[in-house]
């Protein structure tokens, strides 16, 4: 069987190093690591309509925005399918069918769904779109017989209520879709970066995210003003590391060879905790660290961006050419699952 690819973001804003270090990173990893046979990035523009219907314009310039931050990453179009989600009729096809295997009682129980009404202060008021979420995710995942879906921990009980429904279709109508696995990050500080004011999830509505884009001043500002241990008043005091922002931000990014150029008075980041937590390390300096790892893990990204930046036509010619691509896969695979159902009535003659 063929190692398949899918994963992808809404267009609801630029990325951020959440993103980054959550999925982006490890994606253009398994991009050129040649273990897998196709790899598809989806920018989810009608995922993102369920919850801004209202604001069409908005989920289509961004778009674009997402297409750069991908290219700007690494993604290479050459090794990689990037396409976009709405021009996929047969996505929504696979999803209408796919209704039928689950319950709303058990989409109702999922705690990503619960958390992102909760989030949204959706209460009572549920668009029933944003409510298929998980449906439509199946039939995103499903169309292109994914065998692997690299995304973040959040996104666990999506994952899982997909492999249920696939079970389900399988064991109705015969083996024809393939099961997915999912590939977390392995670095666990990856797997969900807070927001820089100390909330649980970096966010856009908050006004909390450094974004991929940001320039050099954008990100230095940011860092500087990040929340840290609130009761580490004074520099002698002791400090926490467990949830300070600042601490789990070092953990997904800085490596050995940024204490050599940027930090020679510590081996490494262990030393740092230690000295944070028995007192006599102040913010400021921690801060100024992150902002140096922070800097040189981004000024490649903003430099490829530039330059994408100055050929936008020829994005546009790769989300064409990744979608007319891609379509032609969910095509096979709407085929396959209509035979199962038999209800390919002008075929079985």
Known sequence: MAKIILTGDRPTGRLHVGHYVGSLKGRVELQNSG????????????????????????????IIQVALD????????????????????????????????????????????????????????????????????TADITAFAATDVPVGEDQLPMLEQCREIVHSFNSTYGETLVEPRIILPENKACLRLPGTDGKAKM??????????SDDEETVRKKVMSMFTDPNHLRVEDPGTVEGNPVFVYLDAFCR??????????????DEVKAHYQRGGLGDVKIKKFLNQVLQAELAPIRARRKEWEAKLPEVYEILKAGTEK??????????????????????NK
């Not at 046979?37 to 961004?62: C, G, S, W, Y």
């Not at 709303?104 to 989030?119: D, F, L």
């Not at 509505?205 to 991929?212: E, P, V």
């Open 256 to 269: 050995p060879e940024h204490f050599a150029k940027f930090w020679p008075e510590y081996k490494n980041l």
């Open 70 to 137: 991908y290219l700007s990453c690494g993604i290479d179009p050459q090794k990689s399918t990037i396409f976009i989600q709405s021009m996929i009729p047969e996505l929504t096809e696979l999803t209408f069918y796919y209704m039928n295997l689950v319950t709303v009682a058990r989409v109702g129980r999922n705690p990503t769904v619960k958390s992102e009404i909760k989030m949204r202060g959706f209460q009572a008021s549920i668009p029933l779109g944003f409510f298929a979420y998980p449906v439509s995710q």
């Open 326 to 347: 891609a379509r032609a896969a969910a095509a096979e695979t709407l085929y396959a699952v209509r035979a199962a159902m038999q209800i390919n009535y002008f075929e």
């Open 203 to 212: 966010s856009k509505s908050l006004g909390n995210c450094i974004y991929l």
């Open 35 to 62: 273990k897998f046979d196709k790899i598809f990035i989806m920018i989810a523009d009608a995922q993102a309509l369920t919850d801004n219907a209202h604001q069409p314009q908005k989920v289509r310039e961004n």
